[in-house]
């Protein structure tokens, strides 16, 4: 009887990089270590996706068991990750063909694609496609967007780990303004991610701990912004308290759509304000009340901040991808492992199996319920919500300073296919 | 024999606030407490040195020993600072002769004040003028700025753990960037503090583990800002390594000392308000090299980071406070504890009393031999340097996902003066 040669994995990171998408790495490449018998190597994508159209292919077996546990510490893309989304296959079959192509020439069965809507469409079309090309892969999205927009699952792994960042720096920040208020700065504010979804504004609210505390004012893209209301609200803030704390999602927009960061609004000397939603209401708040304002732009520093990660995130991360790998051993295909929150006070959770033709394309967007009325806070639906998703902390090991994250060795897998294909 | 009362004393926070000032607050109020025999209770000005111009004392002995423990890991100021800068004696004379009077109402015999370069003066000046006025205070100044401009003092606390949030934070947003460069963004700009010395830019530099890592070029409020030479530098490093991580100074200027961006608000020292270096910079290299770009302003998150606080900065902001009440006890005045750094490789640090005369309106700035020749980087000298400051971490205790700072009662003392005092 011919044995059957054991299929290798192929695992890539999609999109924008978080601070625990290496944590799903490491639960991947370490869970199916546990598991030679039935997975070969696992293969990742260099520069994700983009790696398997290329073969740039990471042998992650060259990495020492020591440095891919230290992935669960690591933010970023640790093999790379791409903004590189695959066409429709009607539009582009031959990318598809490609990846088929690729995975077969490396004895690939497993395809592990780590990511958001985007990918969990490429990742059921190479399932389908897969199948229509007699060489079957089982494929699995696991993801992973510090969007919180995928739907099924509780949360999203790195959602968590920007949500404690950005309350931690709220809180943090909003002391420093209230300790100096008296001469100095009145209005503080804010600029998170979120284009679509007002998900890590809403987080900062986690920074209040009783009424009165900061952020007295969060503007969700979800809610059209009124520069009068917010003007207003502005002003009974700082009269209240002696300064208000904003946070606001860049992609706050007024009720016809425009975002604020693209209002072009001017300084007081005429200058156009550049980019920048927290910029703008700063020459707002300044032209319109005259407060002394400061403001900061957290940008990459709120995703990237593995160092004040949530130890929760960095579990479920983890969960995800070894659960993936499960999932493949199981002969499960075209299906994500969602994670399931159990009903009851305190947070407890599991992780359930979600199928991808439900998954793909679905943005899963903030409840109203979840915004006060008034459109500038959280409900207590909100927080409840939010809350245990921060819960612990997971620090990194630190060296000189500053934190020692894990340095791979890259070692790429021989080509196999002679044409190169051009992404 | 009549027993003579003994003193009462009186701290307070001066000018920016920092992730340690109240672990100095800290040590102050333990080592008093320690010695009652000697010191009375120990009132805190309300928002700094106004509380004592305007009687606004907060009774310290009214808080818990477990509150008093608790400002060690509390970032901001607890009781409240002010940027408020007494005039000169010729053109106030009211000012000092109102604190005085503040202090002999209320039986101050101790002035610890804690800041930068202006509240050393103005130490200064209250020691001198109370004894002309025949009621002598013993003023110890206690160090204290993130800009790091002291001198005598190795380095001022809160300097080392701002310096500490940007090594990091420049570390973890290089690897996002650096992890999705083929497609992405390419360069990435950070803003930090510092209006008239790039030590907290140069901070920046241990971030850099080997040649090659983040930042790949650092702007320094000292070195000319020459835009052909920037850009340049800026291609070859994306050329180079596929991506180019800028940490810019808000202070970073042009040879004819024009800030490369200038809000242009002014602050009550007549200051210019600056933020914008970032997205200035960012526009250029889009408009002239078309690189895709990211920008963030760490602002005030920098300065109030006390989640990452550097654990060498917190042992040094409370040895300062100790320090100062030990020399007020041992009949010192116009003193200030400065941190003494002592010969050999390893680093270690102890107190030394400087005297304020010599402290007092004297900026510290950088070394040139800190920076590098093409002045786009520090030199090993200027590691040598700063690599200490940031040793260590001291984490705050966390409750519900988010530090758990100290909130103290602020019980006030009753007032005894019939005038009021308008600042």
């Known amino acids: 009887m011919q044995k059957v040669a054991k299929k290798n994995a192929f695992y890539a990171q999609s999109g924008g990089v978080t ?22 190597k696992v293969y990742a994508g260099h520069n994700g996706i983009i790696g398997a159209l290329t073969e740039e292919l ?34 582009n079959r031959a990318e598809y063909e490609r990846l088929i192509e690729v995975f077969k020439a490396h004895n690939i069965g497993y395809f ?34 510090v969007d919180n927009d995928l739907p099924f699952t509780d949360n999203c792994p790195g959602f968590g780990s920007v949500a404690k960042y950005v309350a931690v720096s709220t809180k943090e920040a909003a002391m420093d303004v209230a300790s100096m208020c008296e001469t100095s700065t009145k209005v503080f504010i804010l600029e998170v991610m979120g284009r679509h979804a007002g998900w890590i504004a809403a987080a900062s609210a986690l920074a209040q701990e009783q009424v009165g505390d900061a952020p007295h004012i969060i503007l969700f893209p979800e809610i059209a912004f009124d520069k009068q209301k917010f003007l207003k609200r502005v002003k009974q803030t700082v009269n209240k308290y002696g300064y ?51 403001w900061a732009v957290a940008d990459y520093l709120q995703r990237a901040g593995r160092h004040i990660a949530s130890a929760t995130d960095v579990e479920q991360a983890y969960a995800v991808g070894q659960k993936a790998v499960e999932y493949a051993l199981q002969g499960k295909n075209a299906v994500m492992p969602a994670i399931v929150r159990k009903p009851g006070k305190r947070y407890r959770w599991t992780i ?20 006060s009325r008034d459109g500038f806070h959280i409900t207590d639906a909100g927080r409840e919500y939010l809350q245990p998703l921060i819960q612990g902390e997971d620090y990194p090991p630190y060296k000189n300073g500053v934190p020692q994250y894990a340095k791979l060795k890259k070692v790429m897998v021989d080509k196999k296919l002679k044409k190169s294909f051009k992404v």
């Open 19 to 40: 601070a625990v998408i290496n944590a799903t790495a490491c639960g991947v490449i370490e869970t199916a270590r546990q598991h030679r018998d039935k997975i070969g």
């Open 58 to 91: 990471i042998d992650t077996s060259k990495e020492s068991t020591k440095t891919i546990a230290a992935l669960r510490h690591t933010p970023s893309g640790a093999f790379g990750s791409c903004r590189y989304k695959l066409k429709s296959l009607e539009e």
């Open 112 to 145: 592990f694609y780590n990511g958001g809507g985007d990918s969990a469409d490429t990742c059921l079309k190479v399932s389908q496609l897969s199948q229509t090309m007699g060489y079957p892969i089982s494929a699995i999205h696991v993801p992973k967007t």
């Open 244 to 294: 208000c704390v904003v946070v606001a999602s860049e992609g706050a927009q007024y009720k016809d759509g425009t975002f604020i960061a693209d209002a072009g609004s001017k300084d007081a000397f005429g200058h156009t304000q550049l980019g920048g939603v927290a910029p703008t209401l700063a020459t707002m708040v300044k032209q319109e009340l005259g407060y002394k304002y400061h």
């Open 352 to 371: 359930e199996e979600a199928p991808l033709d439900k998954i793909a394309n679905v943005e899963k967007m903030m409840p109203r319920n979840y915004i």
